[in-house]
């Protein structure tokens, strides 16, 4: 079965630090393009950032919102993404779901984990 | 950055309602135009990506065109589980914002 298990999540106060992880299975992730999508209560979508494959060396990109403080990596031999939050601020908090893209190059995500849930408060 | 914005915010339609959203982006995206749907407490799906091609196991109901800067999700006959929120999101180059959604209900 295809599947993006997220965890990690939890209550950091301000300025705190906090790492996700993205366990997938059922797919090739090594040659797959990981996303982060978070999603305050409420609101709408926004995308975080993504990583693309070692084939093209690991590229990152990241929303002017996080760029900075957020920080995407992955192990290919533990089929894991992994969403290192730094100096979090409390606009921060929402779910934080890690997605799957289509293609490495490509940004529409075919596969979603259930998200976990960040909060940032003191 | 290329932003999104979507029309209408939000939607009450009957059963077997022809269903129209639209999305625009700020600048020309090309074909670069995903369609997600998302119900509450839950995931989003990929309806539609590359501005019209339908995603495997999502219904011929739902259909997707457009180009440039202008696009169009359209449900051709409203069901019951329809209801929820649509999601645009352009993939032409990061970031790969995603339009503020629309909320469908049914009537």
């Known amino acids: 079965e295809v599947q993006l298990v997220e965890s990690g999540g939890g209550l950091v106060q301000p300025g705190g630090s906090l790492k996700l992880s993205c366990a997938a299975s059922g797919f090739t992730f090594s040659g797959s393009a990981m996303h982060w999508v978070r999603q305050a209560s409420g609101k709408g979508l926004e995308w975080v950032g993504r990583i693309r494959s070692k084939a093209n060396t690991y590229a990152t990109a990241y929303a002017a919102s996080v760029k900075g403080r957020f920080t995407i990596s992955r192990d290919d031999s533990k089929n894991t993404a992994y969403l290192q939050m730094n100096s979090l601020k409390t606009e921060d908090t929402a779910v934080y779901y890690c997605?799957?893209?289509?293609?490495?190059?490509?940004?529409?995500?075919?596969?979603w984990g259930q998200g976990t849930m960040v909060t940032v408060s003191s | 950055d290329i932003q999104m914005t979507q029309s209408p915010s939000s939607l009450s339609a009957s059963v077997g309602d022809r269903v129209t959203v639209t999305c625009r982006a700020s600048q020309s995206i090309s074909s670069y135009l995903n369609w997600y749907q998302q119900k509450p407490g839950k995931a989003p799906k990929l309806l539609i990506y590359?501005?019209?091609s339908l995603q495997s196991g999502v219904p011929s109901r739902f259909s997707g065109s457009g180009s440039g800067t202008d696009f169009t999700l359209t449900i051709s006959s409203l069901q019951p589980e329809d209801f929820g929120s649509y999601y645009c999101?352009?993939?032409?180059?990061?970031?790969?914002?995603f339009g503020p959604g629309t909320k469908v209900d049914i009537k």
């Open positions: 590359a501005t019209s």
């Open positions: 997605a799957k893209g289509y293609y490495d190059s490509s940004a529409y995500l075919d596969i």
């Open positions: 999101q352009h993939s032409h180059s990061p970031p790969f914002t």
